[in-house]
């Protein structure tokens, strides 16, 4: 271009600014900028040059509402405005930037909580000044200071399949201790305040009675679905009805049953009494959809709600924290920089209000209902003999999607979490990987053999999250963005979750005045992790498998010490032929072998299995 061409670009460029220059010094444009501006265009895209000075007027003026944005914005130059002085000299060293690549879409990256400036959206990193990673457009809804209720939601308890209709089970919500049980007169399950009217005893440790009423194993009073009091034993029958009084009820929590598991609303206030007409659970219909299979699984952790769904929506530390355990996420032209794998994840949060946050992803898209549901799903090729992340299909190198044939649906394999706020420190897991394809698997091999693996994945970072959060309570969950350096898109669920917490929580679970923030002692790594008290005890799968694996550990001796027995008594005798001696001695030997085994093998996963992760 000549010098001719290049001085009739600019005083084009002085003109356009001149035009605009009253709308400019409305928002007090600094000077710097503009110079920086004129020197740092190509004259040839001076014709999309009006549209770059309105969304940087529109940012500026953004900026100045909000009072918290320190840094300007400088196009793909990651400059900080700490260095505010600018000069024709330091220019000269700076590349030209293409007006085209400037959308609007570029000016729209700044996070309404920290300010920063961002790579091109090509990149799978921003640069941030406070550590905070940021999605290419404000996903975020104005909230109006609006605040999360955490005691007007519906909570899940447990799934159906493993809960006991003989017996009551306490459980802890939202810090609620409540008793579960079935009510055969209504066919339905129960949700009470886990206290006897009487004496404040635990209902959960009574049983049923002949007539489906719950009993207090205290003193005999029997209480019905309603929370009614029906029987109190030490009442004189020709005295005054007292079972009748209100104070003789029990504290009765609205109840249902949706999706294979039990939720209550942790509200006994009589105006919530219909609240499932106005307000039901999260609904997932692949659930209840006949063409896929669900199974469920349950696991009591010793960190926090806050904790667990961090980690849950984080798919960046699968690669390293669950080695050999799971395959590594789907990426776009995977190039395998290490041992594990890891690799680029592209994340980006295309909505975050109150009701939480939906993300999207190479080969899928994930949600986050408030405050407990997160659902990820992930769509794999239809055709015939093609594998996730082979040939062409949503989960494919080359992500070129391919339109599903007419008769094969599309197979769909889904990660549901239910994260349940127990206590500080404490929260529960139920989880299912509901799938419409492979459907005979999950008939023919039972729940606790799958719950084998699942558990040993659970355990190979539990103790990592459980130092975790002690350290993150060290520096203050308010801290969390300025102690965490989080700069790749790998890390935008876990971002957006935090900023969901901050935003309409202030950063915590509100537990309604009953716990003081502490968190409970760190136990021995042998009882912090033990699977017998977090998951066997309520898994009815692995608690039968674990009760018929220890009788077997004890019949398998018994067999070998009565065979030996058995060669004792003949040795002398000439009944038994050489041939059935061997035999016997043979099955005795292995009996006892396969006992010790078997002893081992409960041991490992049914009670404890360290993971020492420098030696995978």
């Given at each position: 271009?000549?010098n001719c061409?290049?001085s009739?670009?600019?005083?084009s460029?002085?003109?356009?600014f001149?035009e605009?220059h009253?709308?400019?010094t409305?928002?007090q444009l600094q000077?710097h900028?503009?110079?920086?501006?004129?020197f740092?265009?190509?004259?040839?895209?001076?014709?999309?040059?009006?549209?770059?000075i309105?969304a940087?007027?529109?940012y500026?003026?953004r900026?100045?509402?909000?009072q918290?944005?320190?840094i300007?914005?400088v196009?793909?130059?990651?400059?900080?405005?700490?260095?505010?002085?600018?000069?024709n000299?330091q220019l000269l060293?700076?590349?030209?930037?293409?007006i085209?690549?400037?959308?609007?879409?570029?000016?729209?990256?700044?996070?309404?909580?920290?300010?920063?400036?961002?790579?091109?959206?090509?990149?799978?990193?921003?640069s941030t000044?406070?550590t905070?990673?940021?999605?290419e457009?404000?996903?975020e809804?104005d909230s109006?200071?609006?605040?999360?209720?955490?005691?007007?939601q519906w909570?899940?308890?447990?799934p159906v399949?493993?809960l006991?209709?003989?017996?009551p089970h306490?459980?802890?919500?939202?810090?609620l201790?409540?008793?579960?049980?079935?009510d055969?007169?209504?066919?339905a399950?129960k949700?009470f305040d886990?206290?006897?009217?009487h004496?404040?005893?635990?209902l959960?440790?009574g049983?049923?009675?002949?007539?489906g009423r719950?009993?207090?194993?205290y003193?005999?009073?029997?209480?019905?679905?309603?929370?009614?009091c029906?029987?109190i034993?030490q009442?004189?029958?020709d005295?005054p009805p007292?079972h009748t009084?209100?104070?003789?009820?029990v504290?009765a929590?609205?109840?249902?049953v949706q999706?294979?598991?039990?939720?209550?609303?942790?509200?006994?206030?009589p105006e919530y009494?219909d609240?499932?007409s106005?307000k039901k659970?999260?609904?997932?219909?692949?659930?209840?959809?006949?063409?896929?299979?669900?199974?469920f699984?349950?696991r009591?952790?010793?960190?926090g709600y806050?904790?667990l769904?961090e980690?849950?929506?984080?798919?960046?530390?699968?690669?390293?924290?669950h080695y050999?355990?799971?395959p590594?996420?789907?990426?776009k032209?995977r190039v395998?920089?290490d041992?594990e794998?890891?690799?680029?994840?592209?994340?980006t949060?295309k909505e975050?209000?109150?009701n939480g946050?939906?993300?999207?992803?190479?080969?899928?898209?994930?949600?986050f209902?408030?405050?407990?549901?997160?659902?990820?799903?992930?769509?794999?090729p239809?055709?015939?003999g093609?594998v996730?992340?082979?040939?062409n299909?949503?989960?494919s190198?080359t992500?070129?999607?391919?339109?599903?044939?007419?008769?094969?649906p599309?197979r769909q394999s889904?990660?549901l979490?239910f994260?349940?706020?127990?206590?500080?420190g404490?929260?529960?897991?139920?989880?299912?990987?509901?799938?419409?394809?492979g459907v005979?698997?999950?008939?023919?091999?039972?729940r606790w053999v799958?719950?084998?693996?699942?558990?040993r994945v659970?355990?190979?970072?539990l103790?990592?999250?459980h130092?975790?959060?002690r350290?993150i309570?060290?520096?203050?969950p308010s801290?969390w963005?300025?102690a965490?350096?989080v700069p790749?898109?790998?890390?935008?669920q876990v971002?957006?979750?935090?900023?969901?917490?901050?935003?309409y929580s202030d950063?915590?679970?509100n537990?309604?005045g009953?716990?003081?923030?502490a968190?409970?002692p760190?136990p021995?790594?042998?009882?912090l992790m033990?699977r017998?008290?977090s998951?066997?005890v309520?898994?009815?799968?692995?608690?039968?498998?674990?009760?018929t694996?220890n009788?077997l550990e004890?019949i398998l001796?018994?067999i070998?010490?009565a065979?030996m027995g058995?060669?004792?008594?003949?040795?002398?005798?000439?009944?038994?032929?050489a041939?059935?001696?061997t035999?016997l001695?043979?099955t005795a030997?292995?009996?006892?072998v396969a006992s010790?085994w078997?002893a081992?093998?409960i041991?490992?996963?049914?009670?404890?299995?360290?993971?020492?992760?420098?030696?995978v």
């Amino acid at each position: 271009m000549t010098n001719c061409t290049i001085s009739w670009a600019r005083k084009s460029c002085i003109k356009k600014f001149q035009e605009l220059h009253s709308h400019i010094t409305k928002v007090q444009l600094q000077p710097h900028i503009l110079q920086f501006i004129y020197f740092s265009f190509k004259p040839q895209d001076i014709n999309t040059f009006p549209t770059f000075i309105n969304a940087l007027v529109e940012y500026h003026r953004r900026a100045a509402k909000m009072q918290s944005l320190r840094i300007c914005f400088v196009p793909s130059l990651h400059i900080a405005a700490a260095s505010s002085s600018f000069n024709n000299a330091q220019l000269l060293h700076l590349n030209h930037c293409s007006i085209p690549n400037l959308s609007i879409r570029a000016h729209q990256r700044f996070s309404r909580y920290k300010a920063f400036t961002s790579l091109s959206s090509s990149s799978s990193t921003v640069s941030t000044e406070s550590t905070t990673y940021t999605n290419e457009a404000d996903p975020e809804t104005d909230s109006q200071g609006e605040k999360f209720d955490w005691f007007s939601q519906w909570y899940p308890i447990m799934p159906v399949c493993d809960l006991d209709r003989r017996v009551p089970h306490a459980k802890r919500v939202m810090g609620l201790d409540v008793v579960v049980w079935w009510d055969r007169n209504e066919e339905a399950w129960k949700v009470f305040d886990d206290t006897c009217p009487h004496r404040l005893a635990p209902l959960s440790e009574g049983r049923i009675d002949q007539w489906g009423r719950l009993q207090c194993v205290y003193h005999g009073w029997c209480f019905d679905g309603s929370g009614d009091c029906k029987l109190i034993p030490q009442a004189p029958p020709d005295g005054p009805p007292v079972h009748t009084f209100k104070k003789a009820c029990v504290a009765a929590y609205p109840s249902t049953v949706q999706n294979g598991i039990v939720w209550f609303w942790p509200n006994t206030n009589p105006e919530y009494k219909d609240i499932l007409s106005t307000k039901k659970p999260p609904y997932i219909s692949e659930v209840d959809d006949p063409s896929y299979t669900t199974s469920f699984g349950n696991r009591e952790f010793p960190f926090g709600y806050d904790i667990l769904i961090e980690n849950l929506v984080d798919p960046a530390h699968v690669p390293y924290a669950h080695y050999k355990l799971l395959p590594s996420p789907p990426s776009k032209n995977r190039v395998k920089l290490d041992r594990e794998g890891g690799a680029p994840i592209d994340l980006t949060i295309k909505e975050l209000d109150i009701n939480g946050f939906i993300s999207s992803r190479f080969g899928g898209d994930s949600q986050f209902f408030a405050p407990c549901v997160y659902k990820s799903t992930f769509r794999l090729p239809s055709k015939k003999g093609s594998v996730a992340g082979q040939g062409n299909g949503p989960m494919s190198p080359t992500g070129n999607s391919e339109e599903p044939s007419s008769h094969a649906p599309q197979r769909q394999s889904l990660l549901l979490f239910f994260c349940v706020p127990v206590s500080p420190g404490r929260s529960r897991l139920i989880f299912a990987f509901p799938r419409n394809f492979g459907v005979w698997i999950d008939r023919l091999i039972p729940r606790w053999v799958f719950h084998l693996g699942q558990n040993r994945v659970l355990d190979s970072d539990l103790y990592l999250l459980h130092v975790e959060e002690r350290r993150i309570m060290d520096v203050g969950p308010s801290n969390w963005q300025k102690a965490c350096f989080v700069p790749t898109k790998s890390d935008a669920q876990v971002v957006a979750f935090r900023k969901w917490l901050k935003k309409y929580s202030d950063d915590q679970v509100n537990w309604g005045g009953r716990f003081n923030g502490a968190l409970p002692p760190t136990p021995p790594k042998e009882q912090l992790m033990d699977r017998y008290r977090s998951h066997v005890v309520n898994c009815s799968s692995c608690n039968l498998a674990y009760k018929t694996l220890n009788a077997l550990e004890v019949i398998l001796p018994v067999i070998s010490i009565a065979l030996m027995g058995i060669l004792a008594a003949t040795k002398q005798a000439t009944i038994m032929s050489a041939a059935t001696r061997t035999f016997l001695l043979l099955t005795a030997v292995l009996c006892f072998v396969a006992s010790r085994w078997l002893a081992h093998f409960i041991h490992k996963n049914f009670h404890f299995h360290d993971y020492n992760h420098a030696l995978v």
